[in-house]
């Protein structure tokens, strides 16, 4: 995956699991409409956490009620949001309805990782950052790991220990695109301090997934070239308990910029979507689609899609028709930034290349899906990385609708060269947020009216490629 990520193999829809509730958040007494509307959650345990179905309202909190819900135990104080998760024993310690890790720290809050491809002077070999969550907006600190152009990333349990681990795919040590991309190993203790590496060729994305049905997460990259040429393979490593070091595989690609791993025609195996950026020169290359079935990837089966140097792409059902459609954020046709990208819709008898639909946009990078606006129709948030200018273009979100967004609807957010993005409810008040990774900074867009709000501080020297946020709780 290419951007911000949510993901990967841990991205979460549906409501799941109690949340942090503020005050004045609807769902309390209803005699939140008198004068003193605030809610207060009862908190027995005395752990600083309440209740959420046991509320107030009034302007002060009653002896034994305080401001924030979301204790799933509240006869025990060592359970709450925010406290640690321990995986696998039964006991969800963190309120975020699973007893799994839900986040790298294991807290149950969200947690962002900003792949940083290289410094303000071009130098690769430069860290990438994870921002810790907390339990209103905003971020405890960060930490910094070593990487070397760094440009996708995802977050997966790739080990099976109940840890949420980070892998980048890396593209460049400054001198060649023939490095390893990492992955660093999350842990109970010294989390991320590890890592290993596996054989990518200027690797610009990662996809993660149970490719083969074993239990264990396999890992793909989208190799972009082997330094001569775009004509080249991409990767799939296979996992199981002893590790990496048995079975792979390659598939054919061009300038391969971004991969997800989709079960797009329901068979109950994932398929790969590859977003191929150039055929060297020639910016008008299609992308395509590898259908994955028991016996693996075979290179012959495969469907192409019509593309202008497409940078990102996502695949979910938009008009709920029962069937996967493809997006796919086009960039650059070879002359112009000014290029649309593109819908394909899925039927019963898979895809017609010119059953589509165009989406404004320019320079187009990363793109997710998600009920944004929480209508029940999936919307489609498009990153605006390049313009012909060199202005910094608008990022765009598509609102679904049962029009199919064929009536065009959409909002125009200004950001500053974004790449990657992803939709997580940041400050948990019930409402989709927008991140983007750009230049020097990853932006917030807050719900319900996604205005611009806030930044999260990454160098100003740095050019942040991709950013991915987990919390599998998100009840978007």
Known sequence: MRGLLLVLGMACTGETGPKPVAPGTPGGDSAADTACAEVYFRDADGDGWGATLDTVSGCEPPTGYVAVGGDCDDADPGIHPGNPEIPRDSIDQDCDGDDECSDISCDGFLDVVVSITADSNGIASTDSLVFWGTSGA?????????????????IADINNDGWPDVVFAQSSDGVSGQIGSRIYWGAPEAALQTYTELPTSSAWAVAAGDLDGDGWVDLVFANHDDGDTTVTVSSIYYNSAAGFGGRTAELPTVGAAAVSAVDVDGDGWLDLLFSNERNNNNYLVDSVLYYGAASGFDPGRYVNFPTAGAAGNAAADLNADGYVDLVFANSFDGLTHEVSSVVYWGGAA????????????????????????????????????????????????????????????????????????????????????????????????????????????????????GVSSIVLEQGL
């Open 138 to 154: 905003g971020f405890t600190g960060s930490t910094s790991l070593p990487t070397l152009g760094a440009r996708g990333n995802t």
């Open 350 to 465: 898979g895809f017609d290349p010119d059953a589509s639909l165009t989406l404004p946009t320019t320079g187009a990078q990363g793109v997710s899906v998600e009920d944004v606006d929480r209508d029940g129709w999936r919307d489609v948030v498009v990153s605006g990385g390049s313009t012909d200018s060199g202005d910094n273009p608008l990022s765009y979100v598509f609102w679904g609708s049962s029009s199919a967004f064929s009536d065009g609807e959409h909002i125009e957010l200004a950001t500053h060269g974004s790449v990657g993005n992803s939709v997580a409810d940041v400050n948990y008040d019930g409402w989709a947020d927008l991140v983007f990774a750009g230049a020097g900074q990853a932006e917030v867009f807050y719900g319900p009216s996604w205005p611009y709000v806030d930044s999260i501080p990454v160098p100003a020297t740095a050019n942040g490629w």
